[in-house]
């Protein structure tokens, strides 16, 4: 239950990374989902990407809404920040503490509920906004805590495990993602570690709009046959565009690749994210291509998962806003509030 802690004694001869951490100290409380859940395999990655990089885990801010996998942030990250927001706020709160402090890092975690239904909004404005944070959609393609109902991103004649057929046609939060000008955009799939944790990675060196659509079975109401987000559909379909390897601005790391193109873009932090093509004609620079490219193979019922876009020169809401380089949160009150002259100088600027 996750009420119980787990146990802080860490035996002697774990390894520990560059700011002194075991890969335990990034975990969480006991996990309550379902046993076989996507979304624990999701939390096991943001704890191995944030354990990779150094992270020092009270740097991080986690932000969620509501459902199954808003509960995930109390999984991973026990020593950080976190905050659990009315459902589908979790951008507005997100976006209103990464404006007072700049410091901390930020992940928003969110469901395909929380996101493509009563989120849907608040989602699109965090990424037209540029808002600096890691936005990882744990999509089920069902609504698990209320009993199985198809959520927004159930894929048009997919079956319920009644059998129910779904008629609606689906919200695609990665093609929102890229028209409303996301400056980094992946889809992954839970089962796929060696993916996800590169891509995780990449997100949190990115400065600005970092979205992840993760497809996360549930396999309490969703991982039957008729299904296209159960795990033997998702890796019998998947289309990878890509394998990429997440190179730090602190060490060189050699890799070694088997035959095609290898593409390196480095990052506003000087990290690189390299790519090696599976697809020859596959720019993952191209926000249109990238757009055209996922849509075709979703005609064809296959899953496109992998880096689909990054822009390297990416900018943030801070920018746009020109706002103090120190965190709001550090100045004092008479910075915050420097009087009536100042604000009769805005006012005038704006006649």
């Known amino acids: 239950?996750?009420?119980?802690?787990?146990?802080?004694?860490?035996?002697?001869?774990?390894?520990?990374?560059?700011?002194?951490?075991?890969?335990r100290d990034y975990e969480g409380k006991i996990s309550t989902l379902c046993a076989g859940c996507g979304h624990d395999s999701i939390s096991a990655s943001i704890i191995q990407a944030c354990w990779e990089l150094d992270i020092e885990p009270h740097r991080v801010a986690k932000l969620s809404g509501i459902g199954c996998s808003s509960k995930t942030p109390d999984y991973f990250l026990g020593a950080s920040h976190g905050f659990n927001t009315v459902h589908g706020r979790m951008p507005s709160v997100l976006t209103g503490a990464n404006l007072a402090n700049r410091e901390l890092l930020y992940l928003g975690v969110s469901g395909d509920g929380d996101s493509a239904s009563?989120?849907?909004?608040?989602?699109?404005?965090?990424?037209?906004?540029g808002v600096n944070m890691v936005y990882l959609v744990e999509n089920n393609g069902v609504y698990g805590l209320t009993k199985g109902q198809f959520s927004a991103t159930a894929d048009q004649g997919s079956k319920s495990k009644k059998g129910v057929v779904n008629s609606d046609s689906p919200v695609d939060l990665v093609a929102l993602a890229l028209q409303l000008g996301a400056t980094?955009?992946?889809?992954?799939?839970?089962?796929?570690?060696a993916q996800l944790v590169p891509l995780i990675k990449g997100a949190i060196g990115h400065g600005g709009a970092a979205f992840i659509d993760i497809i996360s079975p549930c396999v309490a109401f969703n991982n039957h046959a008729g299904s296209t987000k159960s795990y033997d559909y998702v890796r019998e379909h998947n289309e990878a565009v890509s394998r990429i390897d997440f190179i730090s601005a602190r060490e060189e790391i050699t890799t070694s690749y088997a035959p095609g193109e290898v593409i390196d873009v480095v990052q506003h932090d000087g990290?690189?994210?390299r790519f090696r093509k599976l697809h020859a004609d596959y720019d993952p620079t191209d926000r249109y291509a990238a757009l055209s490219y996922m849509n075709a193979h979703q005609a064809r019922g296959e899953v496109v998962t992998g880096l689909l876009y990054v822009d390297p020169l990416a900018t943030d809401l801070h920018v746009a806003l020109n706002t103090s380089a120190t965190p709001l949160n550090k100045l004092d009150a008479a910075a915050l509030c420097p009087g009536s002259r100042a604000l009769d100088k805005v006012n005038s600027s704006l006649r």
Do not use: E
């Open 1 to 23: 239950m996750t009420y119980l802690a787990k146990p802080r004694l860490h035996h002697p001869s774990l390894t520990v990374n560059k700011v002194g951490y075991t890969r």
């Open 118 to 129: 009563i989120g849907l909004g608040q989602f699109a404005h965090a990424m037209r906004r």
């Open 184 to 193: 980094y955009v992946a889809r992954g799939f839970s089962g796929d570690k």
């Open 271 to 273: 990290s690189s994210l």
